[in-house]
Antibody
Framework: QVQLVQSGAEVKKPGASVKISCKAS????????VHWVRQTPGQGLEWMGI????????RNTQKFQDRVSMTRDTSTSTVYMDLSNLRSEDTAVYYC???????????????WGQGTTVTVSS | QSALTQPASVSGSPGQSITISCTGT?????????VSWHQQHPGKAPQLLIY???NRPSGVSNRFSGSKSGNTASLTISGLQAEDEADYYC??????????FGGGTKLTVL
């Protein structure tokens, strides 16, 4: 079945970087974009960005412009999200999700990873 | 990009219908038919209910329906059931070629 499996929980110190992986299976990896969404404790969902596994093109919000890097490895059907210069406010659950929409769009998410908890603490 | 506006909470009794609103601007909800709704139970990943305003993925109950008027999208849940108690989030494509979520609505089934 279609699934996205993310890497395990991370504990990082302020100023460090974290790299989260998201391995896709059950579908053609290059056919669907992959979103990254985070959820801070007790708060709502926040869209971070998206990667097109076919060409590697990315798009992210201005908020994360300088700190987020999204990459992919087509040989392993895995996308990665690297967040640098971590601060305590980055403590959150990070999700990857497959993008879908009518006419091949990517504006929604139909399959979500299980989430990766990142804790930033000195 | 500001978050879309949702009521913090709504409630209803089993069997009733409820509607959750999601208000944006003409830079997002009002200008594109790319509004989605997700349901999230505590400690779980979100699940897609509605995409492109009113489309339901296979496997999602027809008790869930979506619509849009102007800058406001709506999710209606009919025949409310205990398992519908969860958080609900809308999202929309934006003029900046990004997505934005609503703040979320906690549904309580009385």
């Amino acid at each position: 079945q279609v699934q996205l499996v993310q890497s395990g929980a991370e504990v990082k110190k302020p100023g460090a970087s974290v790299k989260i992986s998201c391995k896709a299976s059950g579908y053609t990896f290059t056919t669907y974009h992959v979103h990254w969404v985070r959820q801070t404790p007790g708060q709502g969902l926040e869209w971070m960005g998206i990667i097109n596994p076919s060409g590697g093109g990315t798009r992210n919000t201005q908020k994360f412009q300088d700190r987020v890097s999204m990459t992919r490895d087509t040989s392993t059907s895995t996308v990665y999200m690297d967040l640098s210069n971590l601060r305590s406010e980055d403590t959150a659950v990070y999700y990857c999700a497959r993008g879908i929409g009518s006419s091949g769009g990517w504006y929604s998410m139909d399959v979500w990873g299980q989430g990766t908890t990142v804790t930033v603490s000195s | 990009q500001s978050a879309l506006t949702q009521p913090a909470s709504v409630s209803g009794s089993p069997g009733q219908s409820i509607t959750i609103s999601c208000t944006g601007t003409n830079s997002d909800v009002g200008n594109y038919n790319f509004v989605s709704w997700h349901q999230q139970h505590p400690g779980k990943a979100p699940q897609l209910l509605i995409y492109d305003v009113s489309n339901r993925p296979s496997g999602v109950s027809n008790r869930f329906s979506g619509s849009k008027s102007g800058n406001t999208a709506s999710l209606t849940i009919s025949g409310l059931q205990a398992e519908d108690e969860a958080d609900y989030y809308c999202s929309s494509y934006t003029r900046s070629n990004t997505l934005v979520f609503g703040g979320g609505t906690k549904l309580t089934v009385l």
